[in-house]
């Protein structure tokens, strides 16, 4: 599991019920640093580093988009893809209700509430993945293929760069 002690979490735990291999990766979090800070500190680039971000359609419904760190979603392009009228990022105290985590620690594994899954279908196309832990400061190393085995996540091409 890497080096470094990795901590139990509802991510953690789902991981190691399934048998992912993973490996642990804690940084030291900086407060609106994102992907950016988390990929200069592991030395990894930020384009495989993947943001879990929690967003609602227009019914208030949550779904979970998984988002290379150095782009942005078109939240349009998303919408059409899905078969939604609209689609939005959640406050984050709604974010945090939905995910059970805090903003900032959000991982698509170990969820509190089952919600849909969508992963930019060029994620898919990287050699390893760096991905939250489920905590400030920890990401998870694995391969790509577990979004899809693991969490059904369905591809979509809605990635616009910062």
């Not at 967003?55 to 779904?63: K, S």
């Not at 919408?79 to 059970?100: L, M, N, T, W």
Request: aromatic residues 6%; hydrophobic residues 40%; glycine residues 12%.
């Amino acid at each position: 599991m890497g080096g470094a002690r990795v901590p139990a979490t509802p991510a953690t735990t789902f991981l190691r019920s399934r048998g992912v291999a993973f490996t642990g990766h804690p940084y030291d979090y900086v407060e609106h640093g994102g992907t950016a800070e988390s990929a200069r500190q592991l030395g990894v680039p930020e384009h495989a580093v993947v943001k879990t971000l929690v967003m609602e359609d227009e019914h208030g419904r949550p779904l979970v988009v998984l988002m290379h760190g150095d782009c942005v979603v078109s939240t349009k392009q998303l919408a059409r893809q899905i078969g939604c009228r609209s689609v939005a990022a959640c406050a984050p105290e709604v974010a945090q209700r939905h995910s059970g985590y805090q903003v900032g620690g959000t991982s698509p594994f170990g969820l509190r509430k089952a919600m849909p899954v969508y992963v930019e279908r060029t994620v898919l196309d990287l050699p390893r993945l760096w991905i939250n832990g489920g905590r400030r400061g920890f990401l998870v190393g694995l391969e790509p293929r577990v979004l899809v085995q693991e969490l059904g996540a369905t591809p979509v091409d809605c990635a616009l760069e910062k």
